[in-house]
């Protein structure tokens, strides 16, 4: 699975948009581009995923870039209830031979601050 | 309709003890799998069960075994405790039929602390 490198930590108002980078410089074509949360002790949580195309949902929306060497995970408004260590995960067919873990980093220690 | 469960939620054990987790996946998901997370640190994966079959399993000593039940649930077993197994212990669950992208479910973990 390809690496991927986040900041360690950002800072964002309620009610802007959170923008989170991630590079993923090596991925290789068949690669998915995953995304979770995980709040304080609790576990972590899907938010969403794309391989080429910007992705949307009800929780966030996921800008990839044309080359696919790098991401953005977009909060539109976030809340408090968004302070959370943000994990992006680069990852191949699941069921393509021995690839079914999930492989993390440290993540974005995101704070969303009144 | 439940999402993943674990049990129990905290735990205290002092070395050498022995130790069994449990998970119930989400209703509808067939695979669980397994992680142990030390404070600071991502999750990092112990191994996958499904159809009662340990499927993959990641870099730990054979002290860390597994089970998957018939009805899907699967118990994490450590034997031999040591100090550096104190982590918060994370189970994930996902329908097999999913084949290819990998949306996996989380329960809130089990917080082990070894004395």
């Known amino acids: 699975d390809a690496k991927t490198t986040q900041p360690t930590s950002m800072d964002c108002a309620e009610g802007r948009a959170a923008n989170l980078p991630c590079n993923h410089s090596t991925i290789s074509g068949n690669e998915y581009v995953y995304w979770y949360r995980q709040i304080h002790s609790q576990g972590p949580q899907y938010i969403i995923h794309g391989l080429k195309n910007n992705e949307t949902n009800e929780m966030a929306s996921l800008i990839i870039t044309e080359d696919r060497k790098s991401s953005t995970l977009i909060l539109p408004h976030a809340t408090l209830r968004d302070t959370a260590v943000y994990y992006c995960i680069v990852r191949g067919y699941y069921n393509a031979g021995n690839n079914r873990k999930l492989i993390w980093g440290l993540g974005t220690s995101l704070a969303v601050n009144p | 309709d439940a999402g993943v469960t674990q049990s129990p939620t905290h735990l205290i054990k002092t070395r050498g003890q022995q130790v069994t987790l449990r998970c119930s996946p989400k209703s509808g998901h067939d695979t669980v799998s397994w992680y142990q997370q030390a404070l600071g640190q991502g999750p990092q994966f112990i191994f996958q069960?499904?159809?009662?079959?340990?499927?993959q399993r990641g870099n730990f000593p054979d002290r860390f075994s597994g089970h998957q039940f018939p009805n899907y649930s699967s118990e994490l077993n450590v034997n031999a405790l040591l100090l550096g197994d104190s982590a918060l212990y994370l189970c994930a669950s996902r329908p097999e039929w999913s084949p290819s992208t990998d949306t996996q479910y989380f329960g809130p973990g089990t917080r082990l602390t070894v004395l």
């Open positions: 069960y499904y159809e009662e079959e340990e499927r």
